[in-house]
């Protein structure tokens, strides 16, 4: 079966532009997670969603940054605005619920110039 | 707040060595305790996750324990192989929802 699909799987954009990332889960798995990876942070947890609702949002680093899932299923991440410190892979991952292992994308590498 | 760290930051070692990687974490009210690997410009591939309740979990040539009184996981990668380089990441539950904190990450590199 397909796993978690990412894309943009690479995105370059200029300095004050809005992205949006998009996260396709694995079918049937009702929680999904965004977290960013960027070279002086690691890996940091953004926001969480059980169904289309997101308990837990915070992690997202200010308020450019929002999420919406639709459906149960595919979810965009939207950055807007975005500065430079912005520039990082930002992974998506989707399980069955929340206590269970945890199946990521190959993320989106994101540069602002 | 979570601190989870992982020593070695990187690691060479010879093909068919056994070796072990750490992760100590502050808060031992932890959930589950996930270890990943991670391919340069790939995603993360779960390898082994051990329940709170669990001192350890075993796959193949992988053997994780737990110790939440000490704050210490570890990874056991037995006669390793050059397939087994990439970075290793150790990740921590501490809440609902099952967020993970993340490790610093050791590189491993085996040679042949």
């Known amino acids: 079966g397909a796993g978690v699909s990412q894309s943009p799987s690479n995105k370059v954009t200029e300095k004050g532009k809005d992205v949006e990332l998009r996260c396709d889960p694995i079918s049937g798995h009702t929680a999904l997670y965004w977290y960013r990876q960027s070279l002086g942070q690691g890996l940091e947890f953004l926001i969480y969603?059980?169904?289309?609702?997101?308990?837990?949002k915070s992690g997202l680093p200010s308020d450019r940054f929002s999420a919406e899932r639709t459906g149960g299923s595919v979810s965009t991440l939207t950055i807007q605005r975005t500065q430079q410190e912005d520039s990082a892979v930002y992974l998506c991952?989707?399980?069955?619920?929340?206590?269970?292992?945890?199946?990521f994308g190959a993320g989106t590498r994101l540069s602002v110039l | 707040k979570q601190e989870v760290t992982q020593i070695p930051a990187a690691l060479s070692v010879p093909e068919g060595e056994n070796l072990v990687l750490n992760c100590s974490f502050t808060d031992s009210a932890i959930y589950n305790l996930q270890w990943f690997r991670q391919d340069p410009g790939k995603g993360l591939t779960s390898l082994l996750l051990i329940q709170s309740s669990q001192r350890e979990q075993t796959s193949g040539r992988l053997n994780a324990s737990l110790d939440k009184s000490s704050g210490r996981s570890t990874l056991y990668i037995a006669a390793s192989q050059p397939g087994d380089s990439a970075t290793y990441l150790c990740a921590l539950s501490t809440g609902g929802g099952n967020k993970l904190t993340f490790g610093t990450g050791t590189q491993l590199k085996v040679e042949l």
């Open positions: 991952a989707s399980s069955l619920g929340g206590s269970n292992i945890q199946y």
């Open positions: 969603f059980q169904g289309n609702s997101a308990p837990d």
